[in-house]
Every structure is written in C-alpha cells, then in structure tokens.
C-alpha cells in the first residue's frame, strides 16, 4: 500500500475523521460532515506564517521545514480543545525535536494573558503561538475549533482533522511515524 494510502486508512481508524478526499486525488474538493469548505488543499505546500509565541519571538512554520508538524488551531474557550491538549503533550514528548514539532497556534484575542495561565496548569511545552486576529486560522480555513492539519517533512499538508483526537492512540503515533519515514 503506498504512502498516502496507509495515511489515509490510519486516520480512518481515528474516531470521528470527516477528510474524504484521499492525498492522491488534487482534483477533487475536501468536504466534512457540513459540506464543502475553503480550506488548504492535501497534497499543496502548507501556507507560511509567523506568529509570535508565548514570549513574543516570532516564529514562522517554514523554520520548521524538515520536520513532521501537528499544527493545531485552538482557543481555551473551546473545551474539546482542552480535553486534547494532554494527550497532544504526551505525543510531543514521545519524538525527537529533530522529527517532530507541533505548533499550537491559540485564537484567543487576549493572547498569552490566556494562554498562559492555560500552558502553566496543564504543563505543556509545545510552542503556543498566537493568531488573536485569526488570519492564519482563516487562510488555512480553520472554521471550526479545534483544526489540525499534518504537514510532512516537505512542508505538504497531508491530513486535516477537525475535532479533537486522542493523540495517545495507537493510530496517531502511526500517523506521526509513517510521515516520518516520507
């Protein structure tokens, strides 16, 4: 089974993924549940931005490039985006920096005087950046909170996933490990 194949079938195994668009077929729209959306296209580079982190230094994704990323648009309103923050850490924490970043980018306009306090009592270490405008959200078209999408070592986006995820399943570390081997 080839690559974007095997992608396709772990993530369907992961509750609730509404992607039905498989990585080989560019021409067709993505749709979900709710119908078709604007949002960036599997198997195209993923969009570059900077956003500044918790300590105002600005980071952008393509300092990332070589690397397997989970980018991850969240806000701490939103509860099914703190029920996966846990498991997102513990997923972070399993791979090295040199394979491995997840970029949790918060759409909270209060920025770190949120996110912060959040970061502190759940323990997190993966960057949080802030799109309090919510243009990276938009251009990436993350409607609904929250949104992930998977980009490769390439910088291709591989996957979208909208809703939260156990990110300690066994099907998400496949996921993780298979764009690894890209």
């Keep these: 089974m080839k690559l974007p194949a095997l992608i396709g079938v772990v993530l369907a195994m992961m509750a609730g993924v509404v992607v039905t668009r498989s990585l080989s077929s560019q021409s067709e729209p993505v749709r979900s549940v709710a119908g078709p959306r604007n949002i960036v296209k599997l198997g195209e580079p993923a969009p570059n931005f900077q956003l500044r982190d918790m300590n105002g230094q600005l980071v952008s994704l393509s300092d990332r490039q070589g690397k397997v990323i989970l980018l991850n648009f969240w806000a701490t309103w939103c509860g099914p985006c703190r029920v996966e923050m846990p498991a ?49 959200g938009l251009a990436y078209g993350a409607r609904t909170l929250p949104m992930t999408f998977m980009v490769d070592r390439q910088g291709i986006v591989r996957q979208l996933i909208f809703g939260a995820r156990d990110w300690e399943a066994p099907e998400a570390h496949q996921l993780v490990e298979l764009l690894m081997k890209s």
Excluded: N
């Design 88 to 136: 997102m850490e513990r997923l972070y924490r399993t791979y090295s920096r040199k394979d491995f970043e997840i970029l949790a980018v918060s759409t909270d306009p209060q920025g770190a005087a949120v996110t912060r306090p959040f970061q502190q009592e759940i323990g997190l270490t993966f960057p949080i950046l802030h799109d309090a405008d919510y243009r990276v």
